[in-house]
């Protein structure tokens, strides 16, 4: 099991920029996989991006460029720098930690495990 805490979001205007952080706890919070998930409202959850445990990631296509996602192991936290943010990152951002990561069609993908945290909310002005 993993206790997961996300900080981090806020309320920033368009093309601006944010770190949200996710301290990750408990008898399970070892190096696994993490990952970003954000659902908007009247949307379902999707993935935003994903970290393996030998460092490797992966991005949605929507953020690709923009957003990065990091760990710092001794800390057992999570990181995901996000720039030129638009309105359409207006989400609530939630963390994902010990899932499966396997590759499917040479494609790394992360499927996610029932450990969430409680989500931050990032809300992006026009």
């Known amino acids: 099991q993993v206790q997961l805490v996300e900080s981090g979001g806020g309320l920033v205007q368009s093309g601006g920029s944010l770190r949200l952080s996710c301290a990750a706890s408990?008898?399970?919070?070892?190096?696994?996989?993490m990952a970003w998930y954000r659902q908007a409202a009247g949307k379902q959850r999707e993935m935003v991006a994903f970290i393996a445990s030998s460092g490797d990631t992966n991005y949605a296509d929507s953020v690709k460029g923009r957003f990065r996602i990091s760990r710092e192991n001794a800390k057992n936290t999570m990181y995901l720098q996000m720039t030129s943010l638009t309105p359409d990152d207006t989400a609530v951002y939630y963390c994902n930690a010990a899932g499966t990561v396997w590759y499917t069609r040479g494609i790394l993908t992360y499927t996610a495990s029932t450990d969430w945290g409680q989500g931050t909310q990032v809300t992006v002005s026009s």
């Open positions: 408990g008898s399970g919070s070892r190096i696994v996989p």
